[in-house]
């Protein structure tokens, strides 16, 4: 098989092994669909005043992402004009300048070259203005900030389409106050970014991997947890993006907000009202904390989770980065975003009670991989209609279904081989 | 356990049940051996009831309003304990294998019923072919039960790398 002809490694129902493993298919990657499309840097709170960044990568590049004085974001290769020193290594603060450690350039934070030490030594005609750092297209949409390469490149909201409905319903989590990130876990696991971009929409394992998660519940939340017995289902949405519905009763928090209040979430309810808040407040803060019923996944680098961001770095062709950003409520009771910090250390990061199944999962995908030079990664399930309500014309399979893979695939076939 | 301080008698009992150097690093060591076996549920039995069991992200955070990656009371030890035993958690069935050692103890604090201990922990863990180091900064707040025995009421694992990237960790620290 030639190695370039990549559309010819993916058919509708299956994928080649190759795509997991061979390094020449991964640089085309970074090249092809990372430096080619928008890529999810920062939420809008990571960066919250002026003069505050965050460092964050766009493929396999470093970057800062930056607010100036005008509260205009930039992303910026974190890479000085110079010599090429990194030019900031702090996850994330403030700064209103960032001065190369090396040699001294100072740059603004929008990436303008300030100032050299001992400009004398340079020629007269050395002009600032041609080294600034190198500016990405910055474009954001209800928060959510992404970054491209490529100037010519669609408006992001061409390019979310109809995903910009579910990041909507998503965002309502702020329960009215805004939504802001609370902290992250990263971790990696030793196999291919796209093993992780498969299982944001692949519910068909949870039952299964996620046993000790579930026996962890108590019985009314076990049941919430249910996601294959409740009328879900998975859409394409475009552009390779999917959504996953696994709670339909959780799609708009802002829904059924007279239901009895879960077990779970007693106390919570009675702290809020002990604090002040309205009957009709503490319903929906309540039902906020819990996160919406769906993951949406936002083909290449981003999905959103039921309560949190996840975002996926490919680092190699076996080994991959994951963040899960806990999000909350941003300037709501602490005792809501308090509940929602316990809930993700229950099931997400290094040692939750998901998490680590999910990446030895992945990782025992890896390993098999290595057998079998001319094998397929089967995808061909659920090709039914949904039981639940896919918007009309939409792609969709029930909530087990592989349709969400199958649309990334999709997507990357047309990227892999434009 | 609280002892008032106003007669010669109870002066004394506060000598005698102050937890010794000696005895809570006996204690921290017994504790280290039961994980590396996996021991566990008498592991679960050496904390107080309002006892937190902390690994955190940032090094320096209020830990209640930060996010860690383990802040267990109680009901999380014993569900993680279970999830752990259970046989049907994939990345611990097999588990990783671990060896650790806990050393370089300092006392932080000490009254009469509890002691406060900073040390040092390596853990080395080993499974599908790869050995992974797990170093941690480590503080240990140990009381003395009213049957006389040690018990955790607080320990603080800052893994060196605690703001960085982990990979999956299918025991305990
Ligand atoms: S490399 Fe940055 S000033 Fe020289
Ligand atoms: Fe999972």
Redesign the pocket.
């Known amino acids: 098989m030639n190695i370039t002809d990549f559309a010819a490694l993916v058919q509708d129902d299956r994928v080649h092994t190759a795509l997991y493993k061979d390094p020449a298919i991964f640089e085309e990657e970074m090249d092809r669909i990372f430096n080619n499309t928008w890529v999810w840097v920062a939420h809008a709170s990571d960066v919250p005043a002026k003069n505050t960044f965050k460092t964050s990568w766009v493929g396999r590049q470093p970057v800062i992402v930056t607010r100036d004085r005008e509260n205009k974001v930039h992303v910026l290769l974190n890479r000085?004009?110079?010599?090429?020193?990194s030019?900031c290594e702090k996850k994330k603060g403030k700064a209103s300048v960032f001065v190369?450690?090396?040699?001294?350039?100072s740059y603004d934070v929008d990436g303008k070259l300030r100032k050299?030490p001992h400009a004398k030594g340079y020629e007269e005609a050395f002009d600032t203005a041609q080294f600034p750092l190198i500016s990405l297209r910055v474009e954001e949409y209800n928060g959510l900030i992404f970054a491209t390469f490529k100037q010519d490149i669609e408006p992001l909201a061409d390019f979310l389409g109809s995903a910009k409905k579910w990041i909507d319903l998503f965002m309502k989590q702020g329960a009215g106050f805004g939504v802001r990130t609370l902290g992250e876990h990263k971790f990696r696991f030793p196999g291919n970014w796209k093993i992780q971009l498969e299982n944001t929409t692949d519910a068909y394992h949870f039952p299964i991997v996620h046993k000790t998660f579930l026996d962890s519940l108590d019985a009314e939340t076990e049941n919430v947890f249910d996601v294959l017995g409740q009328g879900g289902w998975v859409e394409d949405l475009g552009n390779g993006h999917s959504v996953m519905v696994m709670i339909p009763d959780l799609i708009d928090l802002e829904d059924n907000l007279d239901a009895p209040i879960p077990d779970r979430f007693a106390d919570l309810a009675k702290e809020l009202a002990a604090e002040g808040y309205p009957d009709d407040q503490v319903r929906r803060i309540v039902r906020a904390v819990g996160g919406s019923g769906f993951n949406l996944n936002l083909f290449p680098n981003v999905a959103c989770s039921m309560a949190f961001f996840r975002v996926l770095r490919p680092v190699a062709v076996d080994e991959t980065e994951i963040t899960h950003v806990a999000i909350g409520m941003d300037g709501g009771p602490a005792a809501g975003n308090r509940a929602r910090l316990r809930l993700h250390e229950h099931f997400q990061g290094p040692m939750g009670f998901g998490t680590p199944d999910d990446a030895e999962g992945w990782e025992r995908v890896q390993r098999g991989a290595r057998a079998g030079d001319d094998l397929w990664i089967m995808l061909n399930r659920g090709v039914d209609a949904p039981d639940g309500v896919a918007e009309a014309g939409h792609n969709a399979g029930d909530v087990s279904a592989e349709t969400g893979m199958r649309a990334a695939y999709q997507m990357w076939k047309r990227m892999m081989s434009a | 356990m609280s002892i008032a301080p106003d007669t010669d008698l109870q002066e004394n009992s506060v000598v005698t049940n102050a937890p010794t150097f000696e005895e809570a690093i006996a204690f921290i060591w017994a504790e280290a051996d039961m994980l590396d076996r996996l021991d566990y549920k008498p592991w679960l039995k050496l904390w107080t009831q309002t006892g937190k069991y902390i690994i955190p992200v940032d090094r320096d955070a209020d830990y209640v309003d930060a996010l860690n990656i383990v802040y267990d009371d109680q009901e999380m030890r014993e569900a993680r304990a279970k999830r752990l035993l259970s046989g049907f958690s994939m990345s611990s069935a097999p588990p990783a294998r671990t060896v650790r050692t806990v050393s370089r103890f300092v006392i932080e604090a000490q009254d009469e019923s509890s002691i406060t201990l900073r040390g040092a922990q390596m853990l080395a863990e080993y499974k599908y072919e790869h050995m992974r180091f797990l170093p941690a900064d480590m503080r240990y707040h140990i009381v003395r039960a009213a049957d006389g025995s040690l018990l955790f009421d607080e320990k603080v694992v800052t893994l060196i790398n605690a703001d960085d990237f982990q990979f999956g960790i299918g025991y305990l620290l």
Request: with cysteine; hydrophobic share 35%; net charge positive.
């Open positions: 000085c004009r110079h010599r090429a020193a030019v190369c450690p090396y040699h001294g350039w050299v």
